[in-house]
């Protein structure tokens, strides 16, 4: 794309190794690299930064720090007794281990009543959820995703398990809705687009909503985006818009595609999302600073704590986000190296 196509950004994307491929390959051409949706922190260390790379996404050890944060400081008669449940790479991880350098930071009291990782795509989850029966658990981390989240979360159901779920992709709609009412109660999402106090505050911010929403109310969005998934244009799928608003601004305010005057605007910039959220880049590691929400799944009567419009729900058919717990940047700073940030 780079050679043919004379593309001037590369985009990406879910999965850490491929993030790191195209990170690799911005840097050797000398293009900007965008990363929107892998977690791991390695990724903008000492050994993988480039100066062409950019992460707008939260990172692994931001998701789990938050998520202590909740318990040990916000959540009233916490839970104590956690188990870590990932998937058995890179991600899973470091997902767990940023949960567990939370627990110390945040939460010393809580406990870790076992740890285990799966292979990917798997199946069967039964061995694992009767050595969390047996634990004395009172919540679940994890990191999957689908479909090993969907799986998981179906399974525990199945099998009787109610916990929590302290998570960040157990939030697809169309699979919530398979699980039903019932057993996504009580999820813990811990969200890079999120809002407390409730969704909509301005009257920028309902005009920005409904421009996409009544797209597809309309029947508008093809296949494959005409799913649930897409219906409100919200969390991860907002988070993604957004991120690519924030480049688009710079490139704007840039008045270029020469990549030396992007990088020299988005050091230190800051940009407010469409939903009210304040970004920030950190010029010595091009991480991104920024709240987290940690959501609470609720029942639709519920929802309107954060679906404060018309019609007072996300959903009928499932549980999502209901209160909104607002983790401080500077709780959840990004992970530094310091021979980068000294």
Request: charged share 20%; with cysteine; glycine share 8%.
């Amino acid at each position: 794309m780079i050679l043919q196509n004379k593309i001037h950004v590369l985009w990406g994307t879910n999965g850490s190794h491929l993030m790191k491929v195209i990170n690799q390959v911005a840097d050797k051409h000398k293009v900007i690299a965008l990363n929107t949706a892998a977690l791991s922190d390695e990724l903008m260390d000492a050994d993988n930064f480039t100066r062409y790379s950019f992460m707008t996404s939260i990172s692994c050890e931001q998701i789990g720090r938050a998520a202590a944060y909740y318990y040990g400081h916000i959540k009233e008669n916490a839970e104590k007794k956690f188990y870590i449940l990932c998937q058995d790479y890179t991600f899973g991880h470091s997902m767990a281990d940023g949960f567990k350098v939370g627990l110390k930071e945040y939460y010393p009291q809580g406990q870790l009543m076992g740890e285990d990782y799966h292979r990917l795509f798997l199946t069967d989850f039964a061995p694992y959820l009767e050595k969390i029966k047996a634990s004395g658990a009172e919540a679940i981390y994890t990191g999957d995703w689908i479909p090993d989240a969907a799986n998981l979360l179906k399974q525990a159901r199945q099998a009787g398990i109610t916990l929590p779920f302290i998570n960040i992709f157990l939030d697809e709609p169309n699979f919530l809705h398979a699980v039903g009412i019932e057993g996504t109660n009580g999820l813990v999402h811990v969200s890079q687009y999120g809002a407390d106090g409730g969704a909509f505050k301005t009257p920028g911010q309902i005009k920005f909503y409904k421009a996409w929403n009544d797209l597809w109310e309309a029947g508008k969005w093809a296949a494959p985006y005409d799913t649930l998934l897409y219906k409100h244009g919200t969390g991860n799928i907002g988070s993604y818009k957004a991120q690519t608003y924030w480049f688009l601004s710079v490139m704007e305010r840039a008045g270029t595609t020469d990549p030396e005057k992007i990088i020299k605007v988005f050091e230190g910039d800051t940009y407010i999302y469409p939903n009210g959220k304040l970004m920030k880049m950190r010029a010595c590691d091009h991480k991104a600073i920024q709240d987290i929400h940690v959501e609470i799944y609720v029942p639709p009567a519920e929802q309107k704590q954060s679906m404060n419009i018309p019609p007072y729900y996300w959903y009928k058919g499932t549980c999502v986000t209901g209160p909104s717990y607002e983790i401080p940047a500077e709780k959840v700073l990004p992970k530094a190296d310091p021979e980068l940030c000294k």
